[in-house]
């Protein structure tokens, strides 16, 4: 079945460092790929997204690209802010399930002033 | 985006009752919603997915007959826990998705606790 992995947290970082957090999935299918964050308390809000090999989904400074020669779509950001303390869930919707999508452990990230 | 609202947010029932979780979506059909619960510190585990007008299919291991799921409605569905025990204290999360839609969008959950 359909699975999807990232690298444990908590990622404790300095305000202004670059982040990355890993992701690698599993699918049967041609699979879309996405980034959620949750901020304490709240659901989810989707950070970005890639529909297709090759993409790369970008909003508020992260980025991901849809690799699917690794079957990775790892997140990235150049330069973290306070706010952006929260769990990052990474996530795919197959098609050949029935687009549910599936989501990796989620990691915790706290920046640091 | 689309907006998903989720009521209530937080809510303490004692044990032995009943709670209902409304989700709406309240700018398009939702055609699909789905449930989830998560686990502190946990992803989200996905309970049971319902269409419009039919039935929800659970996943597995989830008990239909304790987690009640109505979407009778294009713009809302409740999930009821029925004779709650402290064991179903979780947070709760919906979302939905419109016919056209790839996107899922995600209420702001609810949390639940039973004492």
């Known amino acids: 079945g359909d699975s999807v992995t990232q690298m444990e947290g908590p990622v404790t970082l300095s305000e202004e460092a670059f982040l990355t957090i890993n992701c690698t999935y599993t699918?049967?299918?041609?699979?879309?790929l996405f980034w959620y964050v949750q901020y304490p308390g709240e659901g989810l809000q989707l950070l970005l997204k890639?529909?297709?090999?090759?993409d790369k989904g970008s909003n508020k400074g992260f980025e991901a690209t849809y690799r699917k020669e690794t079957t990775s779509f790892h997140l990235e950001k150049g330069s973290v802010q306070v706010s952006d303390s929260a769990v990052y869930f990474c996530?795919?919707?197959?098609?050949?399930?029935?687009?549910?999508?599936?989501f990796g452990g989620g990691t915790r990230v706290l920046v640091k002033p | 985006g689309a907006v998903v609202s989720q009521h209530p947010s937080r809510v303490i029932c004692k044990s032995g009752t009943s709670v209902k979780i409304e989700c709406r979506s309240l700018?398009?059909?939702?055609?699909?919603m789905f449930w989830y619960r998560q686990f502190p510190k946990q992803s989200l585990m996905l309970m049971a997915t319902?269409?419009?007008?039919?039935?929800?299919?659970?996943e597995q291991g989830v008990e239909k007959d304790k987690f009640l799921i109505n979407h009778a409605s294009l713009t809302l569905s409740t999930l009821t826990v029925t004779s709650a025990h402290p064991e179903d204290s979780s947070f709760y999360i919906c979302?939905?998705?419109?016919?056209?839609?790839?996107?899922?969008?995600f209420g702001q959950g609810t949390r639940l606790t039973v004492v």
């Open positions: 979302s939905a998705r419109g016919h056209l839609n790839t996107e899922a969008f």
């Open positions: 699918a049967t299918g041609y699979p879309s």
């Open positions: 890639a529909t297709k090999a090759d």
């Open positions: 996530a795919l919707s197959d098609s050949a399930a029935g687009n549910k999508l599936t």
């Open positions: 700018d398009f059909q939702a055609t699909t």
């Open positions: 319902s269409n419009e007008g039919s039935k929800a299919t659970y």
